[in-house]
């Protein structure tokens, strides 16, 4: 056990915090299978979600700067996961996209994440995890109207609820995100979604 695990908090709000940091910690740690850490699995989630993108437009999606943005793509280059494309509307430019490879090496880490959050709430009635879903779902509405985040973060927001359904899984989780795929009300937004994963192969 580590030393933070053994920490009482005097209050429910540093309860939430100890929670969200125990979590964090260990969903950022790699998973028994992962052959990719944390940072590559996000820059893999964004281009899932939007697509070929210019580096630059990567690096704010992610929230980087380009120099930091460009050393991730150059690992994953070398790992056969991602690649250069020339970009259809500037010459001079380049596009970074998944390769078949850096698709399947995304969704095998993400379903490992799904698996253990799953096995988390074995023996949780249907009830809770309903109830667990809609308070997070809440939280986290309430976390986003507070801080500011640039217009081109916005992808994240609805990122996960396209790509979940392509993981394959079964059981709560998979009933959980089916509920979230349609909870903006727009059908119309998930094609749109669908749409530029499919620009990814």
């Given at each position: 056990?580590?030393?933070?695990?053994?920490?009482?908090?005097?209050?429910?709000?540093?309860?939430?915090?100890?929670?969200?940091?125990?979590?964090?910690?260990?969903?950022?740690?790699?998973?028994?299978g992962?052959t990719?850490?944390?940072?590559?699995?996000?820059?893999?989630?964004?281009?899932?979600?939007?697509?070929?993108?210019?580096?630059?437009?990567?690096?704010?999606?992610?929230?980087?700067?380009?120099?930091?943005?460009?050393?991730?793509?150059?690992?994953?280059?070398?790992?056969?996961?991602?690649?250069?494309?020339?970009?259809?509307?500037?010459?001079r430019?380049?596009?970074?996209?998944?390769?078949?490879?850096?698709?399947?090496?995304?969704?095998?880490?993400?379903?490992?994440?799904?698996?253990?959050?799953?096995?988390?709430?074995?023996?949780?009635?249907?009830?809770?995890?309903?109830?667990?879903?809609?308070?997070?779902?809440?939280?986290?509405?309430?976390?986003?109207?507070?801080?500011?985040?640039?217009?081109?973060?916005?992808?994240?927001?609805?990122?996960?609820?396209?790509?979940?359904?392509?993981?394959?899984?079964?059981?709560?989780?998979?009933?959980?995100?089916?509920?979230?795929?349609?909870?903006?009300?727009?059908?119309?937004g998930?094609?749109?979604?669908?749409?530029?994963?499919?620009?990814?192969?």
């Amino acid at each position: 056990m580590q030393v933070n695990d053994a920490y009482a908090p005097q209050t429910p709000i540093e309860g939430v915090m100890h929670a969200f940091t125990r979590i964090g910690r260990r969903l950022k740690a790699k998973q028994p299978g992962d052959t990719i850490d944390h940072s590559a699995h996000v820059v893999l989630f964004a281009l899932r979600c939007n697509g070929a993108l210019r580096l630059s437009d990567l690096a704010a999606r992610l929230e980087l700067d380009a120099s930091t943005a460009s050393r991730h793509v150059r690992s994953l280059e070398q790992l056969g996961l991602v690649r250069r494309s020339p970009d259809p509307d500037d010459g001079r430019a380049f596009r970074v996209e998944l390769t078949e490879q850096g698709i399947e090496q995304w969704e095998t880490s993400a379903r490992h994440r799904m698996e253990l959050l799953s096995a988390a709430m074995e023996g949780w009635s249907e009830e809770d995890v309903q109830t667990f879903e809609r308070l997070m779902t809440r939280f986290a509405d309430g976390v986003t109207a507070l801080t500011e985040a640039p217009a081109s973060a916005a992808w994240a927001d609805k990122g996960w609820a396209a790509v979940a359904p392509r993981l394959g899984r079964t059981g709560r989780a998979e009933r959980s995100t089916d509920t979230d795929s349609t909870a903006d009300g727009d059908p119309a937004g998930s094609a749109n979604h669908d749409n530029n994963l499919e620009s990814t192969r």
